[in-house]
């Protein structure tokens, strides 16, 4: 059985930084694509980064290229996500996705891309 399970968020002040972990099991981590979301209230869905797992690849939305990083640590069985320079902007519930690489493994930042999702971990930026 996939889980998912994310902790990390909180609330902090504007430029301050926060570290998302997403700790998983059910599934060879190893080789997956390995997705962070968020979803502001009253909005979509929206790809933050992506990871594949096996030869690392990465990929980030244009809003979050320079402040945010995501990584993995396969022993772990864990991603990351390091955000800093924190707007209110970035305001939001982010989640953790995962699902079957596709050829080539450049992992999507579309959402409807996985099928495994954690319960997800508020994070609030504020003064």
């Known amino acids: 059985q996939v889980q998912l399970v994310e902790s990390g968020g909180g609330l902090v002040q504007p430029g301050g930084s926060l570290r998302l972990s997403c700790a998983a099991s059910g599934f060879t981590f190893s080789s997956t694509c390995m997705g962070w979301f968020r979803q502001a209230p009253g909005k979509e869905r929206e790809g933050v980064a992506a990871i594949y797992t096996g030869v690392v690849r990465t990929r980030y939305a244009d809003f979050v290229k320079g402040r945010f990083t995501i990584s993995r640590d396969n022993a772990k069985n864990t991603v990351y996500l390091q955000m800093n320079s924190l707007r209110p902007e970035d305001t939001a519930m982010y989640y953790c996705?995962?699902?079957?690489?596709?050829?080539?493994?450049?992992?999507?930042?579309?959402?409807?891309?996985?099928?495994?999702w954690g319960q997800g971990t508020q994070v609030t930026v504020s003064s």
């Open positions: 996705a995962a699902d079957v690489p596709p050829l080539g493994g450049v992992c999507a930042l579309n959402p409807n891309a996985y099928n495994y």
